[in-house]
């Protein structure tokens, strides 16, 4: 091997990782928007304005 393919190639293997770092660095800028996204849904959602006996709502009938 020749110095000029040694040179290529760590040329090649150098941008191959920065393009990886890069896509990191993108999925996860993507990760964190879902993140604040659900969370802002989560909030939206309305609280229970019926009050319920403390007795209803606690069992799953399975046997339907």
């Not at 760590?10 to 660095?25: G, Y």
């Not at 939206?44 to 403390?54: E, M, Y």
């Amino acid at each position: 091997m020749d110095v000029n393919g040694i040179a290529s190639l760590a040329t090649s293997f150098s941008e191959s990782q920065n393009a990886n770092q890069i896509q990191v660095a993108v999925l996860k800028k993507a990760l964190d928007a879902q993140a604040s996204s659900a969370a802002q849904l989560i909030q939206a959602l309305p609280q229970s304005a019926v009050n319920l006996p403390d007795h209803l709502g606690k069992n799953v009938n399975t046997s339907a």
